[in-house]
């Protein structure tokens, strides 16, 4: 058992090494061929490992983010897992079978929009501009796929004590959202150059397939390793609620036996609840605050998410498995410093409210935190309320009789 113990905390040593060498820039060839031995046989868990220990030793999340792409090249190949099936991904309906077959509809989406631009540009044919800006207006259906993987599959991840990768990844994502954007952008520029668009969309095509890529031999299998059925069906069931990428499930998983605590209805309680200004049962109080044409979040003073409203129109995705989750871990990581700042100005009373107001489309979303203090003004938690002030904007003169 020792020597096991001394050859994995060897190779993580020699993992660190090599990863240091590329942060210092090093080539991947020079790194593949020094590390060929050492890297053979990886497991996605020392991957893991190694990512988290580098955060926690101060690099920054961003920067491990930088090298994720140049590492998995270097792991490509050498991975064991990549050799081991996974039953969960063939049972259909199954997330991770969901997972997968969005995966190969994405790849596919890719390869055709490789075929495109090549058209593009051997050919000052509007159509084909037309076909490839159609083409990747469609790859915007990643969104969801993302979206599901950072709200409901993360937080699962984090209560095992992987934090790391889903920083990384979630920070990988998030450049390539930006990709998709700039593309279109560029597309529908009359002024931009061919060559840019070119290295743009080159750029993004080779985002999505790594990320392909990583989610198949390293998220996957790591979550096969650590996750419960009732987990998985938990993340089944809130999957519809973000929506699906490019092709739908195949069917409806159902575990033969689930002990689910989620399948479990909380009754009404006895009595009443009785406030400093009334009383109101307990279904009174959900039906309210689900009624307010707000969007409220609560997180308690650990920062821990606790509650959500359950509105008709929420602006922002928010599923029941944010709930019991650091906040911090709720972003990306682009803006857990904008959070962080928030909180320990609350915290420390340096403030007890901030705002944003963002244009989303059609929707004008203000964004307001509030600190949530007791009576002797100790801090409870933080309230995020989000609405759409658009048709507010659009009020003007008086209304002072009902509408027909």
Known sequence: MSELIDNRE??????????MELHDGKSVEDVQSRFAKVIEGITTAEIAEM????????MPVEEVQRLCDVHAAVFKGSIEDIHRQLPLVEIEGHPLNTFTIENEALTEL???????????????????????LQNINELWDIDKHYSRKENLLFPYLEKYGITAPPKVMWGVDDEIREQIKLSRQLLTDDSAGKEKIKKTI????????????????????????????????????????????????????????SSMEADVEIGEEDGSIRFGAGILTFTQVEALLNTLP??????????IVRYFSQGKHRLFTRTKAVLGRSVQNCHPPASVNIVDKILDDFKSGAKDEEAFWIE????????????????????LGTLEVTQDIRPIQKIEGEKRLLSN
Not at 294 to 303: E, G, K
């Open 51 to 58: 990512e988290q220990n580098l955060i926690m030793e101060g």
């Open 10 to 19: 060897h190779r993580q040593r020699m993992l660190k090494e090599l990863i």
């Open 360 to 379: 989303m489309g059609d929707v004008y979303a203000y964004i307001r935190y509030f600190a949530v203090r007791d009576r002797g003004g100790e801090y």
């Open 110 to 132: 890719a390869d055709k929009i490789e075929k495109r631009l090549e058209k593009f540009m051997d050919s000052e044919d509007m159509d084909a501009k037309y076909g490839l």
């Open 202 to 257: 080159d750029d993004m095509i080779s985002g999505v397939k790594e990320m392909v890529f990583k989610e198949k031999n390293i998220l996957f299998p790591m979550a096969t390793e650590h996750l419960t059925e009732d987990e998985w069906l938990a993340i089944e069931r809130e999957s519809h609620e973000i929506g699906y990428c490019l092709v739908e499930p195949k069917g409806r998983w159902m575990p033969e036996r």
């Open 294 to 303: 707000i969007d409220m979040t609560f997180i308690d003073s650990d920062d």
